[in-house]
């Protein structure tokens, strides 16, 4: 009787656990895209320029070092002349990361010619859009807990003339979920954001300004939304390098131009190889 109880509850168990159980998501929990390529921690996604024309999204896998169109269609050439390969379409798209088991991506929207948010399985399938974001990222975008944070730019345009009248640059978090957007840091006219990295909670970005190229770094606990400048108010003149709990850049201070190595974790900073400067 106990034997067959058992056996009842483990068949209710599995039952449930089929039936009615979450399936969880596995695979990437953070990935980065810049200059083109997406950073994860299983593989690299990039856009192959060839042949001309036929600029497709390729997967290279870190464990079997294979690499391949991400497209599923059989029988698919990946050519210019292929209108149904994912490869090709998913290569037309800016910033694109993976997160879980599905790839987020900003492209144009084919009906209203607006920046769109959209989704699609690993292999380039069951696509769906998510929401339409105009802003435009203009560097790096970080993807992490369902969302994406990124430095945008939005542009305004003289009806009359055609030329462009002003842009507005914004640090944004984009999140997937809600299909809304949370305004990280302040809508500028006279300064221009641009995100490096995230290391733990805090997002490493640096602030130009349009009028003198004088750079400022920052980091934001995307938790407190503290902000803090590891560097003080010196003048950071290069793009920021980052690995692991450290940046690397360089400053400008009465002409001497020294490169210089921040702890990411202490807050600590010291100049180094002096030769870079």
Request: include cysteine; charged fraction near 25%; aromatic fraction near 10%.
């Amino acid at each position: 009787m106990h034997l067959r109880k058992m056996l009842l509850l483990f068949s209710v168990g599995l039952l449930l656990v089929g039936c009615g159980g979450r399936k969880e998501e596995t695979g990437v929990v953070e990935s980065r895209w810049a200059a083109g390529y997406t950073y994860t921690e299983e593989g690299l996604l990039y856009c192959n320029p060839e042949p001309l024309g036929a600029e497709k999204a390729e997967y290279l896998d870190y464990q079997t070092w294979e690499y391949m169109p991400l497209c599923a269609n059989a029988n698919c050439l990946h050519s210019q002349g292929s209108p149904e390969c994912v490869a090709l379409h998913l290569g037309k798209s800016d910033m694109i990361g993976r997160l879980g088991n599905k790839w987020y991506y900003q492209r144009f929207s084919n009906a209203d010619g607006l920046p769109t948010f959209y989704c699609c399985d690993l292999d380039g399938q069951n696509e769906k859009e998510i929401g339409c974001f105009e802003p435009w990222n203009v560097g790096t975008g970080l993807f992490f807990d369902h969302s994406c944070v990124m430095a945008a730019i939005t542009l305004f345009i003289d009806e009359e003339t055609g030329e462009l009248d002003r842009q507005i640059s914004a640090i944004y978090r984009y999140h997937f979920d809600t299909g809304q957007a949370e305004l990280l840091r302040p809508e500028t006219e006279e300064e221009m954001y641009e995100v490096y990295g995230k290391y733990g909670n805090q997002l490493i970005y640096r602030i130009v300004s349009r009028e003198d190229g004088h750079g400022i770094l920052e980091s934001l606990n995307l938790e407190t939304g503290e902000i803090t400048r590891p560097l003080g108010g010196r003048n950071v003149n290069s793009r920021i390098s980052m690995d692991g709990n450290l940046a690397a850049c360089a400053i400008l201070e009465n002409g001497d131009r020294r490169v210089v190595e921040l702890g990411l974790d202490t807050g600590e900073w010291r100049e180094t190889a002096p030769e870079l400067g």
